[in-house]
């Protein structure tokens, strides 16, 4: 996630972290029947409560007396009580990981509800009018969900289930086998049932039940195949990603070789042939010289970038002194910050936390951002190493006081191979991959942490790195997150 503060700053922060593990075989509408269950199994509560307010208010707010609401109250009740199992059994199943390894008992839990609920329905209808009620297209919700969550042949049995229950009470209503319970208000009339409106309601209900099921299971078809396309184009995606990875670090392996080679051979010609070569060769071997060293940090940078794509370096944890780390990648930037008469300073207290991180990679990061605060800073310029305790992170600065970076640029630093060029305050000419800052920022994120910059053109910048000093659990590989 990428975030701008202000117009001088850039951070970029990092996700959480995710992975779903075995369910990444369960297609994603089934890796969310756990949640879904229990998300139902909530909301049966507030229609348990919702049946007995309503029931309540009917009789003695709205004046619907010959309501049984004795009975209502007790049908909230055991569809209350009924609840309290399913959520206590769906509670546990929430997570996409739980969902995927108990699939077959939430299947079984989720036909139970659906035919338990028609079975409250049914009876619910009874006491509010049956055949006249208007709370027959309730069935309708029951059947939605079937039809979503459950096989296309699941969902037409319930439906055919849901049906049998409501054209049961009809008929059973209609021939006076069970009392007809027809509170007025509620309903239009007490009158007996006519023969022709029974047979509408059932034509009507038949129809529309049947008419629900075939379009919704057609248009959750039509989704899930969509998902299973786009399941089966993600791992082509994988395994050309893998090739391609494969690829890199042959090629990496293959170059760096002859690279190595050509760098030792050159200072051996060097070595020997001095004085006997001309000034003009003497050039050209320079140049070939800066050249190879261009080539060289080219390669690292490409292998520091593949190592972080290829594995949990994170898995392994030190207890990083980040004062001392600082010290160190200020030595070993010595002489080149003098080449150009830069003064490295290193400002960090002595009572610093200590660090949870990899030692090797926090060093790659600030080693960096010193690199780049040397190249990108007129000659005599100063730079900063800086770390302190920020909050309930440890954040490591490089201040420097180059050229600085305009507020537009600073958002696109951080991504793969992005350079800025600046000939007008900076002449002399630079040399990168525009992988560096990526690299920084995949350690960042490796680390749960986050990195930034804050910067004004022409003045200087200050990029910066935030750990946290307690990580809950170890991110995921960096190679794998947005
Ligand atoms: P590289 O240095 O290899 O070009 P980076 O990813 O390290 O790649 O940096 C990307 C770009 O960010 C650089 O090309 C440069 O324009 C800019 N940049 C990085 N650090 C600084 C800095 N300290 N001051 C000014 N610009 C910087």
Known sequence: MENHVGNNAAVIESPGPGGAGDAHSLLLHKQL?????HIQSVVRFFVAAGVAVTALGA???????????????LLALFLGLFNIGTFAATRRYRGVQQTAASYRVLQGIMHLTISVDFLFLTFGLWLVGGAKSPFKAFYLVHVI??????????????ALFGYGLLSGLVVAEWFAIIPARFPVGAVNSNTPL?????????????????????LVTSLARLLREGEQQLRTANTELGRLSNMHRDFF??????????????VMLLHGLEAESEPALSERQSRWVSRLRVRLNELTGFLRDFEV???????????????????????????DHEDLALTQGHRVEVDAPEDLPRLRATERLVYEAVA???????????????????????????????IDNGIGIAPDDQKRLFHEFVRVRRRDLLPRKTSGSGLGLSIVRRIAKAHGGRVGVESELGKGSTFYIEFPLTPAAPAPPPGNQA
Do not use: C
């Open 59 to 73: 009789k003695y707010v709205a004046g619907i007396d010959e309501l049984d609401v004795p009975s209502l109250l």
């Open 194 to 214: 006519d023969g022709r409106f029974v047979l509408t309601v059932l034509v009507v209900q038949a129809f529309l039940m049947a008419l629900t099921v075939f």
């Open 249 to 262: 670090h042959i090629a990496l392996h293959d170059l760096k070789s002859p690279v190595s080679a050509a």
């Open 368 to 398: 960096n951002l010193a690199s780049n605060a040397i190249k990108y800073t007129p000659d005599n310029g100063r730079i900063v190493l800086g770390a302190r305790r920020s909050g309930a992170a440890l954040r490591i600065e490089v």
């Open 305 to 331: 970038m593949a190592s972080l794509d290829a594995a949990d370096l994170t898995a392994h944890r030190d207890e990083v002194d980040v004062g001392a780390l600082l010290r160190r990648v200020a030595e």
């Open 33 to 37: 029947l756990g949640k879904r269950l």
């Open 145 to 158: 969900l079937a039809s979503i969550l459950l096989s296309p042949r699941a969902a037409w049995l319930h």
